[in-house]
DNA sequence: GCCAACGTTGGC
DNA sequence: GCCAACGTTGGC
């Protein structure tokens, strides 16, 4: 199972709108960069992501898993080469994990969140997973 | 609100 | 195919 990174700006699609959702789970549309979309393609029913605030927050704050692979982003024009993938909240984490905590952490150094910060959708290592979920309070 | 980093576009 | 110009994202 692998394990990735989602980034939402809270205006846009909040922790708590995800949880809403239940088990019907979000489609992760609106990612306009072929980067993010091709993680997106490599992901697999199960594979569990950290759902991070961007912008105001800056914190881990949740986890969700993959419940559906790729397909078609609704809110893109048809023919286009947008994809998303479609999530469930798991679980909020017990503590945030800011992007400051992430940053002062030698472990976390080579994080893509650290290195390339605007990227939306990103891998995490299970080293890095597991670093992560003990800062959050959380079972890996 | 500003600015750095990055991706994309378009002229040549 | 290169590179300048532009737009967008996200941290601060």
Redesign the pocket.
């Known amino acids: 199972m692998a394990y990735w990174l989602m980034?939402s700006?809270p205006s846009t699609w909040s922790w708590d709108q995800q949880v809403a959702k239940g088990k019907e789970g979000e489609m992760w549309d609106g990612v306009?960069?072929?980067?993010a979309r091709n993680f997106m393609r490599e992901m697999k029913v199960g594979d569990k992501a950290f759902f991070y605030h961007?912008?105001t927050e800056?914190a881990v704050v949740g986890i969700v898993k993959i419940i559906d692979e790729v397909k078609p982003d609704p809110t893109a024009e048809a023919g286009s080469p947008w994809e998303c993938v479609t999530v469930e909240a798991v679980g909020p984490v017990k503590t945030p994990v800011t992007?400051?905590e992430i940053?002062a952490e030698p472990a976390l150094q080579d994080m893509v969140?650290v290195?390339?910060?605007?990227?939306?959708v990103q891998p995490v290592t299970a080293a890095e997973w597991k670093y992560v979920c003990k800062m959050a309070g959380v079972k890996p």
């Not at 306009?32 to 980067?35: A, G, T």
């Open positions: 980034k700006e306009r960069n072929y980067q961007s912008q800056r992007l400051s940053k969140l290195n390339n910060s605007r990227l939306s």
